[in-house]
């Protein structure tokens, strides 16, 4: 399965904390793409990097990718009460156009 | 980006009924596609929505069981037949525009079967 695993499956932390999610594949990507996802709806898009940039930031967050080790990490800054959700790593499949999705880290940001 | 309509945001249904869950896209979208999100779990792909033609099924999942359409480039729906209480799950309907782009989601159909 193409599937990412993400660790930790859940995380708590205190508001102004810093929060980091990792992501790890198993096949060759063109891009990882991250999502969030706030108490069972849809999902939101948040930052895509590509398999030829190492790092991007957007705002608060910061995202690594490492193609060697097959794994991507998040990083959110000075997190909120707000940023409480699932955060989910996805990547194209191979040969097609849709996204395989990994298993999720479920952010709990204590106010 | 495009904004994508999701109707219903809920149902609950009794066993041996269907639902039919529709996804309507602000602007054109290139791909559309369904998916299922069991509780507590990650996305997992039913079909990609084919524009006038028929939808092509992942493992696991068959046309008579989830019939879609998608008469056009902005339009889907998904129907959940027979329904039995295995099939409560969240269904989300997302879009994107290019092969290696973003994908836009619906605010998913969270379902209940009783």
């Known amino acids: 399965s193409q599937q990412g695993e993400e660790d930790p499956q859940a995380l708590s932390i205190q508001e102004g904390e810093n929060a980091t999610m990792n992501c790890s594949y198993k096949t060759s990507i063109n891009n990882l793409q991250w999502y969030r996802q706030n108490s069972g709806r849809g999902l939101v898009h948040l930052i895509l990097i590509r398999s030829n940039e190492r790092e991007k930031h957007s705002g608060r967050l910061r995202v690594t990718l490492d193609t060697s080790k097959k794994s991507s990490s998040l990083l959110i800054t000075a997190s909120r009460a707000a940023d409480t959700a699932s955060y989910f790593c996805?990547?194209?499949?191979?040969?097609?156009?849709?996204?395989?999705f990994g298993t999720g880290t479920r952010l709990t940001v204590i106010p | 980006s495009a904004v994508i309509s999701q109707k219903p945001s809920r149902d609950i249904c009794q066993r041996g009924t269907s639902l039919t869950i529709q996804c309507q896209v602000d602007?054109?979208?290139?791909?559309m596609f369904w998916y299922r999100q069991q509780p507590g779990q990650s996305l997992t792909l039913i079909a990609t929505?084919?524009?006038?033609?028929?939808?092509?099924?992942e493992s696991g999942f068959v046309i008579d069981k989830f019939p879609i359409s998608r008469p056009n480039l902005t339009f889907s729906t998904l129907t959940v037949s027979n329904m039995s209480p295995e099939d409560s799950s969240i269904y989300l309907c997302s879009g994107k525009v290019g092969g290696d782009t973003e994908a836009f989601f619906g605010q998913g159909t969270r379902l209940t079967v009783v």
């Open positions: 602007s054109q979208v290139t791909m």
């Open positions: 929505a084919n524009q006038g033609s028929e939808a092509t099924y």
């Open positions: 996805a990547s194209p499949r191979r040969g097609a156009n849709n996204l395989f």
